[in-house]
């Protein structure tokens, strides 16, 4: 009985970038780059084209800082003002991939240069970098290549990386200054408590009378400091690991941290509607690149940012899927409040549901702008009077015996 073998497909090798001088037949001398697995395959194509090589080197690239999402939006704004400029993809590519500051953009950018040139789409050659190019962005990258309005939708997509770029800059300012005092105050309360504390103790035990209960409290305190320091520290940083990598990998911690961070007292309003503007931002630009509804939803949920936003969008997905239109859905979703959904009426209604959805994103980015504005002005008299009572109550302890002391001596 004859069996079925398997045909393995050789895989591919991998390409280096390669630079080459060489004379061509008229003996005039050119220059080019070249995509290859090795210095010998360059020897040859060249050869084949009549050119006599007298160099070839590597192309090396710096390794270079991570690359942002604050990295991707420049590249998308610059490619998108080259294209409506008429700069050739390809050229525009190579001065932004050269250009770059990042010598890990420059070399992604030339990678995807290289791919397009040996006969990938645009979109296909930025899915090879999930990291960094999202669904969302090849998505609307490929409606644009194939209606033929790359240029266009290259500018509407870089004007919604920018918008939200603005709105996280703006809650992690928000959110940057409480941290960052909450860090400050530990780590000077700690340093109080095993440097300074510890020699008002050998004063203190050199009176030989006995100490008041807030001295004596924030002394054992010290001492546990001092003995368990390092452990105190090592248990806090491994919490704040664990819970990250937790929030991470684990779906059912991922929806309860973003259902309590909607609720809140006051930083819930302002995560609300800033998921809010993402979501109708991100639907806004998908519907308006001409992607249909259903599909532009398999993107909107997820860049909301909020776990619980993203289940949302699914069951409304569902729902237009079968035939419900995006008031319904949204409403039955209960994550919308009244105007949201009032304007979205409107939008499906007049035939603009994008120009609705663009204008609830600015209101609510607005107010969200507002909110973390009060927020701040608020924030600054509740950490100082924190502060004060932390370190305050710790000057007072220690300095409680001195007083009773100067008292009797009086």
Same mark, same amino acid.
């Given at each position: 009985?004859?069996?079925?073998?398997t045909?393995?497909?050789?895989?591919?090798?991998?390409?280096y970038t390669?630079l080459?001088?060489?004379?061509?037949q008229?003996?005039?001398?050119?220059?080019g780059?070249?995509?290859?697995?090795?210095?010998?395959?360059?020897?040859a194509?060249l050869?084949?084209q009549g050119i006599?090589?007298?160099?070839?080197?590597?192309?090396r690239?710096a390794a270079?800082?991570?690359?942002?999402d604050?990295?991707?939006?420049?590249?998308?704004?610059?490619?998108?003002?080259m294209?409506?400029?008429?700069?050739?993809l390809?050229?525009?590519?190579?001065?932004v991939g050269r250009?770059?500051?990042?010598?890990?953009?420059g070399?992604m950018?030339?990678?995807?240069?290289?791919?397009?040139?040996t006969?990938?789409?645009?979109?296909?050659a930025f899915r090879k970098?999930?990291?960094?190019?999202?669904a969302?962005y090849c998505?609307?990258?490929?409606?644009?290549?194939?209606a033929?309005?790359?240029?266009?939708?290259?500018?509407?997509?870089?004007?919604?990386?920018e918008k939200?770029q603005a709105?996280?800059?703006?809650i992690k300012?928000?959110?940057?200054?409480?941290?960052?005092?909450?860090i400050?105050?530990?780590v000077?309360?700690?340093?109080?408590?095993?440097?300074?504390i510890p020699?008002?103790?050998?004063?203190?035990?050199?009176?030989?009378?006995?100490?008041p209960?807030p001295t004596?409290?924030?002394?054992?305190m010290s001492d546990?400091f001092?003995?368990?320091?390092w452990?105190i520290f090592?248990?806090?940083?491994?919490t704040?690991?664990?819970a990250?990598?937790a929030?991470?990998r684990?779906? +059912?911690?991922?929806?309860?941290c973003?259902?309590?961070?909607?609720? &809140? /007292?006051? @930083?819930g309003?302002?995560i609300r509607?800033?998921?809010?503007?993402r979501?109708?931002?991100t639907?806004?630009?998908?519907?308006?690149?001409?992607v249909?509804?259903?599909?532009?939803?398999?993107s909107?949920?997820?860049a909301?940012g909020?776990?619980?936003y993203?289940l949302g969008?699914?069951?409304?997905q569902?729902?237009v899927a079968?035939g419900?239109?995006?008031?319904?859905?949204?409403?039955?979703?209960?994550?919308?409040?009244n105007m949201?959904i009032?304007?979205?009426?409107?939008?499906?209604?007049?035939?603009?549901?994008?120009?609705?959805?663009?204008?609830?994103?600015?209101?609510l980015?607005a107010?969200?702008?507002d909110a973390?504005e009060a927020?701040?002005?608020?924030?600054e008299?509740?950490?100082?009077?924190?502060? +004060?009572v932390?370190i305050?109550?710790?000057?007072?302890a220690?300095y &409680? /015996?001195? @007083?009773?002391l100067?008292?009797?001596?009086?």
């Amino acid at each position: 009985m004859a069996t079925a073998k398997t045909v393995r497909k050789p895989a591919l090798a991998k390409e280096y970038t390669f630079l080459w001088e060489g004379k061509n037949q008229g003996g005039k001398e050119i220059r080019g780059e070249m995509r290859a697995p090795g210095e010998s395959v360059v020897h040859a194509t060249l050869r084949r084209q009549g050119i006599r090589v007298t160099k070839v080197s590597k192309q090396r690239f710096a390794a270079g800082r991570k690359i942002t999402d604050k990295d991707i939006t420049l590249f998308t704004r610059q490619l998108a003002t080259m294209m409506k400029a008429g700069v050739p993809l390809l050229q525009a590519f190579d001065i932004v991939g050269r250009g770059h500051a990042n010598p890990a953009v420059g070399k992604m950018l030339l990678d995807i240069k290289s791919d397009v040139e040996t006969g990938s789409s645009l979109s296909q050659a930025f899915r090879k970098h999930p990291l960094h190019f999202d669904a969302l962005y090849c998505n609307l990258v490929a409606a644009g290549e194939q209606a033929g309005i790359l240029e266009t939708l290259l500018d509407r997509l870089a004007t919604y990386k920018e918008k939200m770029q603005a709105l996280k800059s703006k809650i992690k300012s928000a959110l940057f200054y409480p941290m960052a005092i909450i860090i400050m105050a530990f780590v000077i309360t700690a340093v109080i408590m095993i440097f300074v504390i510890p020699a008002f103790k050998e004063v203190f035990r050199s009176f030989g009378a006995d100490l008041p209960t807030p001295t004596i409290v924030v002394i054992a305190m010290s001492d546990f400091f001092v003995e368990h320091w390092w452990l105190i520290f090592a248990s806090i940083g491994g919490t704040i690991y664990a819970a990250l990598q937790a929030y991470r990998r684990s779906e +059912g911690i991922r929806a309860v941290c973003d259902r309590y961070a909607l609720r &809140l /007292p006051v @930083f819930g309003d302002v995560i609300r509607k800033s998921t809010v503007a993402r979501w109708t931002r991100t639907l806004a630009t998908m519907f308006a690149a001409g992607v249909p509804l259903v599909e532009s939803l398999d993107s909107v949920g997820g860049a909301s940012g909020n776990y619980i936003y993203k289940l949302g969008t699914r069951e409304i997905q569902g729902e237009v899927a079968t035939g419900t239109n995006l008031t319904t859905a949204m409403q039955n979703s209960k994550l919308f409040d009244n105007m949201v959904i009032q304007m979205v009426a409107i939008g499906e209604e007049s035939g603009a549901l994008d120009a609705m959805l663009e204008k609830v994103a600015g209101f609510l980015e607005a107010e969200v702008d507002d909110a973390v504005e009060a927020l701040s002005s608020l924030m600054e008299p509740i950490i100082m009077a924190v502060l +004060g009572v932390l370190i305050g109550g710790l000057v007072i302890a220690m300095y &409680l /015996p001195i @007083f009773k002391l100067g008292a009797v001596v009086g």
